[in-house]
């Protein structure tokens, strides 16, 4: 993004876009955007080993260890792992509803359409980290803090 030259660059770390996507600081290194891109797809590799039971895992280990390395590490994995907490918990009501019997719609839905938007969801995450981007997913419960 250029800016004309009597507009200041705004600093690291503020809105860029209306979208709410931010850049971060162009030192994060290789490293770094890597971290962020693990915290975004072990969910989904861990939702496909353990059948989404440990799916937020691996964004939870990430944010534990590295949360003060980075602002783009530690705002991939507490967003990564507040999404798949939602999502973990919306597989869970759909068990409930599948278990009434007369809910069996509702939690295939509950199944399906969490499952596509988890996919989906860190793929995208994973590619903005790679560009250096900070990503938040849409529906999440904020548990952690970025």
Not at 63 to 73: G, H
Not at 81 to 101: D, E, K, S, Y
Not at 107 to 122: D, G, K, M, N
Request: without cysteine.
């Amino acid at each position: 993004m250029t800016y004309p030259p009597n507009e200041s660059q705004p600093e690291w770390g503020t809105p860029q876009e209306p979208s709410g996507q931010r850049r971060v600081d162009p030192s994060a290194g290789g490293d770094d955007r890597a971290l962020a891109v693990v915290a975004h797809l072990s969910p989904v590799i861990a939702a496909i080993v353990s059948a989404g039971w440990l799916s937020f895992v691996g964004p939870l280990v990430i944010w534990f260890i590295y949360k003060d390395r980075n602002a783009l590490v530690r705002n991939a994995a507490a967003s990564s792992f507040n999404f798949h907490i939602t999502i973990w918990i919306a597989w869970m009501l759909a068990w409930v509803f599948f278990i009434t019997l007369i809910g069996i719609p509702i939690a295939i839905l509950l199944w399906v359409v969490p499952a596509i938007a988890q996919v989906v969801l860190s793929i995208i995450g994973a590619l903005r980290a790679w560009n250096g981007e900070i990503y938040s997913y849409p529906f999440q419960i904020p548990i952690l803090r970025t």
